[in-house]
């Protein structure tokens, strides 16, 4: 029987944080876009007050999946909510638990930490995916439209400059 392992990530695995990171991008076919490096996951992971914390899966020792994740708020419910902004489990360990695993610790994490919500997005297109959140009984937020500012645009609205439409 293989042993299942969820432990916090610690500054050790920062290169098997960047490999599992890289592995995601080029299966959600956004390679290109990964610009995280070591110094990068260093100061945001493993600083003296970390607002975003990662989890490493292990099968019998090996390192097969991780996860990262913070904590929002909704002023709705008066209560913080666990954002899950990674999840990633190497394709030969997929379908053996890893990643229900995980999703299990990040929701004992939330009910610890007296959390309202527990988050996360999928891409539309990622059906194995969407039909394993669905069979966990997670429900898409199909009303909410998810906006995302970046690069030029960030730094105009930043500036207080005009953008054209």
Same mark, same amino acid.
């Given at each position: 029987m293989?042993?299942l392992?969820?432990?916090?990530?610690t500054?050790?695995?920062? *290169?098997l944080?960047?490999?599992?990171?890289r592995?995601l991008?080029?299966?959600e076919?956004?390679?290109?876009?990964?610009?995280?490096? @070591?110094e %990068?996951v260093?100061r945001? +992971?493993f600083?003296?007050? @970390?607002?975003?914390?990662g989890?490493i899966?292990e099968? *019998?020792g090996?390192?097969?999946g991780?996860?990262?994740?913070?904590?929002?708020? /909704?002023? $709705?419910? !008066?209560?913080h !909510?666990l954002?899950l902004e990674? +999840?990633?489990?190497t @394709?030969d360990a997929?379908? %053996? !638990?890893?990643g229900?695993?995980?999703l =299990? %610790?990040?929701? =004992?994490?939330a009910? *610890?930490r007296?959390c309202?919500?527990?988050?996360w /997005?999928v891409? *539309? $297109?990622n059906?194995p /995916?969407? =039909?394993? #959140?669905?069979?966990? !009984?997670?429900l898409p937020?199909n009303? $909410?439209?998810r #906006?995302r500012?970046?690069?030029t645009? +960030?730094?105009?609205?930043?500036?207080g400059?005009?953008? @054209?439409?």
């Open positions: 293989n042993t392992n969820i432990r916090p990530a500054e050790q695995d920062i *290169d944080i960047l490999h599992f990171v592995e991008a080029i299966y076919k956004a390679e290109h876009e990964v610009l995280a490096t @070591p %990068h260093r945001t +992971l600083c003296a007050n @970390p607002a975003v914390f989890l899966c099968v *019998d090996k390192a097969v991780f996860a990262v994740y913070f904590f929002n708020y /909704s002023t $709705w419910q !008066g209560q !909510g954002y990674d +999840l990633y489990v @394709p997929r379908g %053996h !638990g890893a229900k695993a995980l =299990q %610790h990040l929701a =004992q994490i009910v *610890d007296n309202g919500r527990f988050e /997005s891409l *539309d $297109w059906t /995916s969407i =039909q394993f #959140y669905d069979r966990l !009984g997670a937020q009303e $909410w439209i #906006y500012m970046t690069g645009a +960030l730094q105009a609205l930043a500036a400059v005009q953008t @054209p439409a």
